[in-house]
């Protein structure tokens, strides 16, 4: 016999056909059960039926005979006619009022030809009764004895009792059809379900049969020869080919993908050996690169350590240039000539140069190393765009440029920044916006809603602006774009530091300009909370109307000036004004003229020492109460403090009732 069509019979169609099977044996065996079901339901109905109608004409019967029988009519009447009892009249018209009730109920469910006859007969024999029921009771008035009565109106009862009988005999042959009935169609059910379950089951058993066959001889065996094969190649037997790969269905499908797997394998073979080979070379490439970046690692740590001491030495030495040289300015015992004094004044301007690019390289070589401290927290920058937008007018009208402040009258959200950080950054771009500015220019700071989830600052100036070609260097460091040899003074570090300060608080910077131009600058942040709205014109005029002192901070440690900004927030109309350095801090002190300032001694740049003494220097910020607030406390530290001029002297870990206090006399 010719297998090749089995053999290449899809399994799909297999299972189709099967399910098609599957259907047509559930279809016969559903129109069968919906057969005997039918059948079922008539034999109940034909029962109900039949059962309702013999159960009520057996119950009139009962009535009839009761009616009619001992206690009934007849021996009423009889009674009525021997007794002569007025009262026994009115019973005997009661019991054939019931007779007349119950034939009437009786006929009204239907009868054959022997059952009317058997009603006729009935009524017939009422007529009489009633005739003699009248017939009776005339005579009952007249002297016949009742004796005589009785002859006279004697009915003879045969007729009626013979009519029930019929009836009776009648009832019990309708329950016997009635039983008939439903034992012939329990039979044709009993004979219904029999064919069923033959035909079912050698549906199914043929169903079994043929099923077992196919699937053992076309897909059990070659299923278990192909599992055979695959133990083999999981083993590592790659020299036996896969059976029954010519087949065409699922199992020969299944065998050519077999068997490309073990060609696969047979090539895998060949290519771990060169893998092996390449790995061997990539652990050594590996092992040199972990030497090179722990070299490098090595190497950054003795850079940082070489800027940490450089800082120190050039420092020293910077100290006593600039010192003696700030000693020759104020010799009054033997002035200097103009051109000696403009000589001493590039000393100092180079020397502030020097120490402020020492203070920018230890920065940024931080920033480089991950090591630069970030107090991220969301917060509302208003109070920082304020005090460097204060800083950036001076500087502004310094150069005799116009400033525009486009933020006032906005309430900004919270963005997650470090406060002092976030100070930095905008300080250096406004500062730069005015630095390479042109005469008679303006200077911008704009906000901008990029979405719902950005706000972008733009700080704008009409300077000299950017060559198109440079724009590339404009973030890297000691970049300054062809201006080393200007008049203007910078480190080429700022707009590096910058970036690095922006981007490790989530932000983007970047910016537009064009040569001759302007420039515009901008940093963008996401928003943490809140939105950007317009204030209304109340929270303006609440926002100047405090009455409390405004003090200055002047410290670069940001929990110290957190923890500083809570203690002065709970003095009623109070303001806070931050710096991070104390060349900030004099800067604000003179613009801002608060009245009192909080210093701290170690600070980046000049100390605090250094920032007392020239706020005594300047007239504008002489006499403002100065309170040191330092972690040095040596009593020895703090005579000196006092001697050079501190107005109070405050040790860290900070005492609140102390400084509170310190706060309310300095500004009474």
């Known amino acids: ?249 699922e199992l020969g499908a299944l065998a050519r993908t077999m068997e490309v797997f073990r060609e696969n394998m047979v090539f895998r073979q060949h290519a771990e050996h060169e893998l092996r080979q390449i790995q061997k070379e990539l652990e050594e490439r590996t092992e040199a690169a972990v030497l090179a970046r722990n070299e490098a690692e090595e190497a950054n740590t003795a850079k940082s350590r ?135 220019g303006t200077v911008t700071l704009a906000i901008q809603k990029i979405d719902e989830q950005k706000i972008r600052f733009n700080v704008i100036d009409s300077g000299i602006g950017i060559a198109a070609e440079k724009h590339a260097g404009i973030f890297m460091p000691f970049s300054r774009l062809g201006l080393e040899n200007s008049d203007i003074t910078g480190t080429g570090i700022g707009l590096t530091i910058t970036k690095e300060l922006v981007e490790a608080m989530g932000g983007t910077i970047g910016f537009e300009s064009a040569l001759g131009l302007g420039s515009t600058f901008w940093i963008e942040f996401p928003v943490v909370r809140g939105e950007l709205s317009v204030k209304e014109r109340r929270e303006e005029i609440e926002d100047t109307a405090r009455t409390g002192p405004t003090v200055l901070c002047v410290e670069d440690n940001a929990s110290s000036l957190k923890l500083l900004e809570s203690i002065i927030e709970r003095i009623p109309g109070s303001t806070m004004l931050a710096a991070h350095t104390g060349e900030i801090g004099l800067d604000l002190a003179e613009m801002r003229q608060p009245d009192i300032i909080l210093m701290d001694i170690n600070l980046p740049g000049i100390d605090g020492v250094e920032t007392l003494k020239r706020l005594k220097e300047t007239a504008a910020t002489k006499d403002i109460p100065v309170i040191a607030v330092t972690a040095r406390a040596a009593p020895e530290d703090k005579r000196q403090g006092l001697e050079a001029g501190f107005t109070d002297y405050l040790t860290k870990p900070i005492d609140v009732e102390a400084i509170t206090a310190a706060i309310n006399q300095a500004f009474e």
């Open 1 to 249: 016999m010719d297998l090749n069509f089995l053999n290449n019979h899809s399994i799909k169609n297999s299972t189709t056909a099967l399910s098609v099977l599957l259907v047509v044996l559930a279809m016969g065996v559903a129109a069968t059960g919906f057969s005997v079901l039918k059948e079922a339901r008539n034999t109940d109905k034909t029962w109900r039926q039949y059962e309702a109608i013999t159960a009520r004409k057996a119950d009139h019967l009962s009535h009839l005979r009761a009616a009619i029988g001992y206690g009934g009519a007849i021996h009423k009447f009889k009674n009525f006619v021997l007794r002569q009892d007025r009262l026994l009249i009115v019973d005997v018209h009661a019991s054939m009022l019931e007779v007349t009730v119950a034939l009437t109920a009786y006929s009204a469910l239907g009868a054959n030809a022997a059952e009317r006859n058997a009603i006729s007969v009935l009524e017939k024999s009422l007529s009489l009764y009633l005739a003699a029921i009248e017939k009776a009771e005339l005579l009952a008035s007249t002297d016949i004895s009742p004796r005589a009565i009785d002859r006279i109106v004697k009915i003879n009862d045969g007729p009626a009792l013979a009519a029930l009988a019929t009836l009776a005999s009648e009832l019990r042959a309708a329950r016997e059809k009635s039983s008939k009935s439903v034992h012939t169609s329990v039979a044709q059910v009993e004979s219904a379900i029999t064919d069923m379950i033959s035909i079912v089951g050698a549906l199914t058993a043929l169903l079994v049969i043929g099923f077992f066959w196919f699937s053992r001889i076309q897909f059990v065996n070659p299923l278990l020869q192909l599992s055979d094969a695959i133990s083999s190649l999981a083993k590592g037997d790659t020299a036996t080919p896969i059976p029954h790969g010519s087949r065409q269905n």
């Open 306 to 440: 070489f800027l940490s001491s450089m800082s120190h030495e050039l420092r020293t030495p910077l100290n006593a240039i600039l010192g003696f040289t700030q000693l020759l300015n104020m010799d009054l015992d033997q002035a200097l000539t103009a051109k000696q004094r403009d000589a001493t004044d590039q000393i100092l301007k180079a020397g502030d140069h020097l120490m402020t690019l020492i203070g920018e390289v230890l920065d940024l070589a931080a920033i480089e190393a991950g090591k630069a401290s970030l107090d991220l927290k969301p917060q509302d920058p208003t109070p920082i765009i304020e005090e460097c937008v204060a800083f950036a007018r001076t500087l502004a009208e310094q150069k005799d440029l116009t400033f525009h402040d486009r933020t006032t009258g906005w309430r900004l959200p919270d963005f997650d920044i470090d406060d002092t950080r976030f100070r930095q950054v905008l300080l250096n771009l406004l500062s730069n916006a005015v630095k390479y500015n042109r005469d008679g």
